[in-house]
T-cell receptor, first 116, second 113 residues
Framework: EAQVTQNPRYLITVTGKKLTVTCSQN?????MSWYRQDPGLGLRQIYY???????DKGDVPEGYKVSRKEKRNFPLILESPSPNQTSLYFC???????????????FGDGTRLSIL | GDSVTQMEGPVTLSEEAFLTINCTYT??????LFWYVQYPGEGLQLLLK?????DKGSNKGFEATYRKETTSFHLEKGSVQVSDSAVYFC????????????FGTGTRLLVSP
């Protein structure tokens, strides 16, 4: 079954304790992306990757890091989490996007992070 | 910059009622337009899409028409079901900055029996 898998689904942690949210896709997609979802703000892009070893900032990258060492994996790293990073996070993947292209993104089920 | 504006929710309807969720966009050129649906506790799923003016996307009884003259992509369904209760997101992929989808804020739909 084609899917994007995120782990963990839920996490409560404390300020400053490094954490990693993993994301893996089995569709051989070149493109992967991380979003955060906050009430009234919709989904905002954190980072994206067009291919292995190619990553770039989205709209809200501060406080986050990513890596893309393998095509299937795209972990999100919070080196020193803070309460304003409490949010619902989604990983997504797609075939290589093109200008105005219709490639849909496939989303994971989300990771709910609470930073105390 | 590129943006998507959706109607505020929640939208509350009775089963079998007609649904319209408004979506307008701001973008240069010819973006692709999408509707995604998010059921409770799940990620977003593609509902339908349209890539050029006057295209109509449709799926599961939902429809939306790409209107370039009014920069709109309103979602409609003739007869909603309780199982349609979810959050609906309108989104676009721009011509430039195409590496991301630009999402609206989402509209929650609640359908009662």
């Amino acid at each position: 079954e084609a899917q994007v898998t995120q782990n963990p689904r839920y996490l409560i942690t404390v300020t400053g304790k490094k954490l990693t949210v993993t994301c893996s896709q089995n569709m051989n997609h070149e493109y992967m992306s991380w979003y955060r979802q906050d009430p009234g703000l919709g989904l905002r892009q954190i980072y994206y990757s067009m291919n292995v070893e190619v990553t770039d900032k989205g709209d809200v990258p501060e406080g986050y890091k990513v890596s893309r060492k393998e095509k299937r994996n795209f972990p999100l790293i919070l080196e020193s989490p803070s309460p304003n990073q409490t949010s619902l996070y989604f990983c997504a993947s797609s075939p290589q996007p093109t200008p105005g292209g219709n490639q849909p993104q496939h989303f994971g089920d989300g990771t709910r992070l609470s930073i105390l | 910059g590129d943006s998507v504006t959706q109607m505020e929710g929640p939208v509350t309807l009775s089963e079998e009622a007609f649904l319209t969720i408004n979506c307008t966009y701001t973008a240069t050129g010819y973006p692709s337009l999408f509707w995604y649906v998010q059921y409770p506790g799940e990620g977003l799923q593609l509902l339908l899409k349209a890539t050029k003016a006057d295209d109509k996307g449709s799926n599961k009884g939902f429809e939306a028409t790409y209107r370039k003259e009014t920069t709109s992509f309103h979602l409609e369904k003739g007869s909603v079901q309780v199982s349609d209760s979810a959050v609906y997101f309108c989104a676009l992929r721009p011509d430039t900055g195409f590496q991301k989808l630009v999402f609206g804020t989402g509209t929650r739909l609640l359908v009662s029996p």
